[in-house]
């Protein structure tokens, strides 16, 4: 089945940088990529998507970027703000969604 | 996106006893998910829902632990069986986009579990 490594596991930064989140994964079949934001007490929400047509994707202060050769995707955000404190999930669909650890990220006031 | 509830947001039962999550959903999906995830862990598929046929249960996760009603397209239930401790997670239901049908899921607020 497939395999879906996220790091690093935690990340602080200082309100207004830049933040970078990293994946992988196992399966050459994968050809969906949703990032999810999951906020204390609450279910995941979709924040971002890219399927394998496609090397980069852009929302607002938000972006995907995917090599299928070397089989990683990675999120950014931009100008980051205190409520983009959150854990983050990267997840790869062969036949079923595979998520990967989180990452808890803290953006500092 | 679909808008998801779940019932009940939490509880604390006892071992032994059996707990129903209902999870409802305001359009017709096709496909309804049931996942956990432990504390502090990640998101775990238990299994897929489809109306109309038995649900399909992921390695390490069976029926007469998890039994899964999905009685039409909009609703569907969770129930886990003689719990234990170990059964404290957060159980998730979502689904596939109803719009695009495609890949896309969405998920419900969670029902926070813990057994006593």
């Known amino acids: 089945g497939e395999n879906v490594e996220q790091h690093p596991s935690t990340l602080s930064v200082q309100e207004g940088d830049s933040a970078v989140i990293k994946c992988t994964y196992s399966?050459?079949?994968?050809?969906?990529f949703p990032w999810y934001k999951q906020e204390l007490g609450k279910g995941p929400q979709l924040i971002i998507d890219?399927?394998?047509?496609?090397g980069e994707k852009k929302d607002q202060r938000i972006a995907v970027t995917l090599n299928k050769t070397a089989k990683h995707f990675s999120l950014h955000i931009t100008e980051t703000q205190p409520e983009d404190s959150a854990v983050y999930f990267c997840?790869?669909?062969?036949?079923?969604?595979?998520f990967g650890t989180g990452t808890r990220l803290t953006v500092i006031p | 996106s679909a808008v998801i509830s779940q019932k009940p947001s939490r509880d604390i039962c006892q071992r032994g006893t059996s707990l129903t999550i209902q999870c409802q959903v305001d359009?017709?999906?096709?496909?309804m998910f049931w996942y956990r995830q432990q504390p502090g862990q990640s998101l775990t598929l238990i299994a897929t829902?489809?109306?109309?046929?038995?649900?399909?249960?992921e390695s390490g996760f069976v029926i007469d632990k998890f039994p899964i009603s999905r009685p039409n397209l909009t609703f569907s239930t969770l129930t886990v069986s003689n719990m234990s401790p170990e059964d404290s997670s957060i159980y998730l239901c979502?689904?596939?986009?109803?719009?695009?049908?495609?890949?896309?899921?969405?998920f419900g607020p969670g029902t926070r579990l813990t057994v006593t």
């Open positions: 890219i399927r394998s047509n496609v």
């Open positions: 399966d050459s079949a994968s050809n969906y």
């Open positions: 829902a489809n109306q109309g046929s038995e649900a399909t249960y």
């Open positions: 359009s017709q999906v096709t496909m």
């Open positions: 997840a790869a669909n062969a036949n079923n969604l595979f």
């Open positions: 979502s689904v596939e986009d109803p719009i695009s049908g495609t890949y896309e899921q969405y």
